[in-house]
């Protein structure tokens, strides 16, 4: 019984107990429970203690700006959700590729598990994006290219969400979800020239571009932490809730096997 | 091979006519869409011809997407999808086959309706036929994008709404460009022909991605 088969579930028909003892036994998976069990808890601890360092940081020692104030802080959690929300969709997509080439079980329950994390992330960035705007920009929504973007992008996660509930067969799912997150990333950078047509009030873009960040070091630092801080935070969320749904399925095929001997 | 696609396309055109309204259905939904608008926003004629470009393409893209949940589903409940299969045709162009007789059926209607509708919103004649010459560029995307939609959720019965919201965030480039090249004729200071150009490489590439992802879709669904 190989790893891929053991994920999914028996089709239909009663099990016999050394068929039952071999989906018990989900070789690759539980490697990965075990493997992510001893990692995750120092993962977590380096989160959390980036997240402390990074905040301390961003609240404390870094200095307000001479044209915003105090409200620059925000900037230390919305850039890293920003960077994270297009993390999160590379790494979906890479999974996908997974799913649709090598049909790796892991790579499933990953694109799976990354999908709520990532929107979250997203969510983030929205939030935060338009609570820096009203004392910026004076209002909470601009229909601006970069905040337009990371709004499709949110509702691309939203559709990946629905199309995963949609389906009840995880395998299945996973197929269609890996075509769909593949189909997206190749329409985002479409999406995003074609949002960058109408161009608006939105700065340009001022830590990645030729000729060295243009933010000054006091803040670069702290947001360079923060944004550490941040991606070992997605990290940990994503490993346990891909735990969360390797157990979710081992007790879907542990009760259907309970079915399938009782009855 | 060619002739066994063109089959494909003309019975796909054939019972979308024919079958529970068809065309028609789509043509009325696209003209109540466009007379509500100025029930919302009040008859002021002016704003309405200026904004009429962009009330036309939201119509004609809401009543592509409406159609398209039957488009394969149909296939699968008679058994034709498994024909298709066993016919040793390359599943792409199927699909490319279905897409170009759902949009001949659904899409070209809307186009010939246009013109029509648009009078009713006081649009002058050129941009007029600037939207017109858009939707026609620009709706068969908006068919083989949705037909992505449709091929991911053939395996289960839940297409309609769960289609157009994946669907939905993949035309977003499709009603920028079209909009933005009808509007080129009313007001813009974008003359009309890059986003008309861009418009139609829009539509090349859904006609490349959209045969392989909705292909790949389908042979997901067979297993």
């Known amino acids: 019984m190989t790893a891929a088969a053991a994920l999914q579930l028996p089709k239909t028909g009663r099990l016999t107990k050394s068929n039952a003892m071999a989906f018990v036994d989900l070789a690759n998976p539980t490697r990965y429970l075990s493997l992510s069990g001893r990692f995750l808890p120092f993962l977590w601890a380096a989160a959390l203690v980036g997240l402390a360092i990074g905040l301390y940081l961003a609240f404390f020692v870094a200095p307000a700006d001479y044209q915003q104030g105090e409200t620059v802080r925000i900037m230390y959690i919305h850039v890293p959700s920003a960077w994270l929300s297009m993390f999160g969709y590379s790494l979906m997509a890479i999974a996908s590729l997974g799913t649709l080439v090598w049909r790796h079980p892991l790579a499933d329950v990953a694109a799976k598990s990354i999908a709520p994390v990532g929107a979250a992330f997203t969510f983030l960035a929205l939030l935060t994006g338009s609570l820096w705007g009203k004392p910026m920009w004076g209002t909470y929504w601009v229909w601006d290219a970069r905040l337009t973007s990371v709004l499709i992008l949110f509702l691309m996660y939203l559709g990946l969400i629905a199309l995963w509930r949609a389906v009840d067969d995880p395998g299945r799912a996973a197929r269609a979800a890996a075509i769909l997150t593949l189909v997206g990333a190749v329409n985002l950078p479409i999406i995003k020239f074609s949002v960058d047509w109408w161009n608006t009030l939105h700065q340009p873009a001022s830590v990645f571009r030729l000729g060295g960040p243009t933010i000054d070091p006091s803040m670069l630092w702290p947001l360079l932490v923060m944004a550490l801080a941040m991606t070992l935070l997605f990290l940990a969320l994503s490993v346990m809730a891909m735990r969360n749904e390797i157990l979710r399925r081992r007790i879907r095929t542990l009760q259907r096997m309970a079915a399938g001997l009782a009855g | ?223």
């Open chain 2, 1 to 223: 091979m060619i002739g066994a696609l063109a089959a494909i396309t003309g019975r796909t055109a054939l019972l979308s006519l024919r079958g529970s309204g068809g065309a028609f259905v789509g043509v009325v939904f696209f003209l109540a869409v466009v007379v509500v608008v100025p029930f919302g926003i009040g008859p002021d004629l002016n704003l309405l011809a200026r904004i009429g470009p962009a009330i036309l393409w939201i119509g004609a893209l809401f009543a592509t997407l409406l159609g398209l949940d039957r488009l394969f589903q149909d296939d699968r409940d008679d058994g034709s999808l498994d024909l298709f299969f066993l016919s040793g045709l390359p599943l792409e162009l199927v699909v490319l086959a279905k897409a170009v007789g759902h949009w001949l059926a659904t899409g070209l209607p809307l186009v010939i309706a246009a013109p029509v509708l648009g009078l009713l919103l006081g649009i002058a004649p050129l941009p007029l036929g600037a939207v017109t010459l858009t939707l026609l560029a620009g709706t068969p995307a908006l068919t083989l994008i949705g037909a992505i939609g449709a091929s991911l959720t053939v395996a289960f019965n839940r297409g309609g709404l769960l289609v157009a919201v994946l669907v939905l965030p993949f035309t977003i480039p499709v009603l920028v460009f079209g909009v933005s090249a009808a509007s080129a004729t009313i007001v813009g200071p974008v003359p009309f022909l890059p986003p008309f150009l861009i418009l139609l490489a829009l539509t090349l590439v859904s006609a490349v991605v959209a045969p392989i992802a909705g292909a790949a879709a389908l042979r997901s669904s067979m297993e």
